[in-house]
C-alpha cells in the first residue's frame, strides 16, 4: 500500500503555459489540407555525467518512433471523432517513403520541399523532445522511480509543428515544457502534451 501511494504521487503532473503560433490565414491553409505525414520525432537527452552515450543514442532512436506512434494514435482518435478533417498517411509508408529516399538522413538535414515531394503529401508533422532522461515503455523505469534511481521527476520540452508543403512555411507551431512524476513511458508524454496540443491544431473542424 505505502508503494501505491507513493506511484500515485509520483504521477502528478506539473506543466507550465504553452506558446502557439499560427501563421496569417493558417486555419484556412490547413483545412485546404488533404492528407499529412508525421515524421519520426526528434529526440534528445539531458547528458549526465559517466552517461554511455551510446545506450542514449539508441535509447533516443527507440523513442523518436514511439513518439511518432502516440502522436499518429493520436490524431487518429482525433480525427475517428469528427473533429479533424484531414488525412493522416500510414506512418508504416511515411517511414518506407523516407528511407527510400533519403536513408538515414536526419530530418533536420533537409529542405521542406524535399521532404514534401518525397512523401507526395500536404503538410508534415515535426516534432522535437528534449528530455531530462530516456523513457521506456516497460516497468524497469516506473520500479527506478520508486528507489530514487533515476528522481522522481522528469522534464520534457517539446516543439510540434506542421509545416505547408505548397509553400514550405511554418503553419502552426505548439512549444511546451512539462515536468512530473507522470512524464515515464512515450505513451503518458504524448497524453499530457496531446490533450492541449491537438485541441489548438488548425486541423480542427470550425
Not at 489540407?33 to 535509447?59: F, M
Not at 517513403?97 to 503538410?123: H, M, P, Q, S, W
Not at 520500479?143 to 517539446?158: D, F, H, S, W
Request: glycine share 4%; aromatic share 8%; charged share 20%.
Amino acid at each position: 500500500m505505502k508503494n501505491y501511494t507513493i506511484l500515485i504521487l509520483a504521477l502528478i503532473l506539473l506543466s507550465s503555459c504553452a506558446s502557439v503560433y499560427l501563421a496569417p490565414n493558417g486555419d484556412q491553409i490547413a483545412q485546404n489540407h488533404q492528407t499529412v505525414a508525421i515524421l519520426k520525432s526528434d529526440v534528445s537527452y539531458k547528458a549526465r555525467k559517466n552517461d554511455d552515450l551510446n545506450a542514449l543514442n539508441s535509447s533516443a532512436e527507440s523513442n523518436a518512433y514511439e513518439f511518432q506512434q502516440e502522436i499518429y494514435k493520436w490524431m487518429l482518435t482525433r480525427k475517428s471523432s469528427h473533429n479533424f478533417n484531414v488525412n493522416f498517411q500510414d506512418i508504416s509508408e511515411t517511414n518506407s517513403k523516407y528511407k527510400k529516399a533519403f536513408g538515414d538522413t536526419n530530418i533536420k538535414e533537409l529542405a521542406t520541399e524535399e521532404i514534401c515531394r518525397a512523401l507526395n503529401v500536404d503538410g508534415i508533422i515535426i516534432s522535437n523532445f528534449y528530455l531530462s532522461k530516456p523513457m521506456s515503455n516497460g516497468g524497469a523505469l516506473a520500479l527506478g522511480l520508486l528507489t530514487g534511481v533515476y528522481g522522481a521527476t522528469n522534464e520534457a520540452i517539446v516543439s510540434i509543428a506542421i509545416k505547408n508543403c505548397e509553400d514550405k512555411s511554418l503553419l502552426w507551431q505548439y512549444d511546451h515544457k512539462l515536468q512530473g512524476g507522470l512524464l515515464t513511458t512515450p505513451s503518458s508524454l504524448v497524453d499530457a502534451l496531446m490533450r492541449n496540443a491537438s485541441k489548438k491544431m488548425p486541423y480542427n473542424i470550425k
